[in-house]
């Protein structure tokens, strides 16, 4: 075996046993113990295939590809697709699944980004008419905007869930959670460090027929980066969504960073079926959330097709898997080079 293998090895071995994570929390702080727990017991029984049961198209075919090939617009060599234009190379091109998304998703990069290594290219190459990716300090001016929330840990955060009532978040400095911790990073506060405010109007909205927004936001950057970014008084203006816990699958870890900071694909796939399955529920059918660590499973939203009005959409059974289908192909390289 090989020097790099037996590295490769060893640091999935020490994901798997939580060394990265909640080195000094605070013994007595029962809750954060809990948290801790919980994901360190899924990522323990994660299967091989996390992605067993998702609707992600074939992706075999991709191994086919030999070699590297020009940019149809920009000319340069690139292997599946420009990363730079966001279109597949000529020999992917109308072979590729096409993602149509609820809403629109625009990604800030930051300018020190690798643009070849971000997952966000995938968004934009399989949801083209949906995605767009901006390079900072290049963005638009999101004050002049409504009905956009930016997905990103802030202390006043709300779940996705709340999009859809009048609730709003009272919570305590901090998360309740011990001084030295960013709430970015242990995300999971105390239960009784939340109050929710309901207005005096109805708490629910009308879920059947639209969506409570139409444009999120999602920051690609390393943590520090991403701080700064949220600063911009463009972006600090928007209401602050945070995403469920979840596994990540991706392959290259930011340093000491837990297991559940998602790569940014994974992180729009995880607001896109949180936002549906709110709308519409989960199809009784649907596996694809089974195997991928899922922190807070969405039980009391399973439903089945007779259960719904006729004029509803479709209870979530994977239209938005697709968007991960690079990043599938990607991880089945690695694991299958690797394992």
Known sequence: ????????????????????????????????????????????????????GMRIADTTFLKD????????????????????????????????????LPVSIDIIE????IEGKSTAIHAAILA??????????NIPDYRKEEQVVLIFPTP???????????ESLKIKE?????????????LRCKLNDIVLESSQESNTRDLAHRFP??????????????????????????????????????????????RWFLATVEAIHQFLIELHITAYGLHKEYEGLMHIGY??????????CDQRCKEEAEPYNGQYDNILFFFLHMYNLIHEYYD
């Not at 090989?2 to 029962?30: I, P, T, W």
């Not at 930051?110 to 980004?113: C, D, G, Q, T």
């Not at 083209?128 to 300090?137: A, E």
């Not at 600090?236 to 837990?258: E, G, M, Y």
């Open 128 to 137: 083209p008419n949906d995605v767009k990716i901006y390079t900072y300090p």
């Open 65 to 100: 590809v030999e070699g590297r090939s020009p940019c149809t617009v920009c000319g340069k060599s690139r292997k599946y697709f420009c990363y730079h234009c966001y279109v597949p190379v000529a020999e992917l091109q109308g072979r590729l699944p096409s993602v149509k």
């Open 110 to 113: 930051h300018k020190n980004e």
């Open 1 to 52: 075996m090989s020097y790099l293998k037996k590295k490769y090895q060893q640091h999935r071995q020490r994901e798997l046993a939580g060394f990265v994570v909640l080195q000094n929390v605070n013994s007595k702080d029962n809750a954060i113990k809990y948290m801790y727990s919980k994901i360190l017991n899924m990522a323990k029984s994660t299967p091989p295939n996390p992605f067993s």
């Open 295 to 304: 922190l807070n499973f969405p039980h009391d939203k399973i439903v089945s």
């Open 213 to 258: 927004l139409r444009k999120a936001v999602f920051i690609d950057s390393t943590w520090s980066q991403c701080r700064g970014i949220y600063k911009d008084e463009r972006i600090v203006c928007l209401k602050t969504v945070v995403i469920q816990n979840r596994i990540s699958q991706f392959w290259r870890h930011q340093k000491n960073s837990p």
């Open 174 to 186: 901090n998360y309740g959670l011990p001084k030295g911790y960013h709430m970015g990073t242990l």
């Open 156 to 166: 006043d955060a709300v779940p996705v869930s709340s999009l859809f009532t009048e």
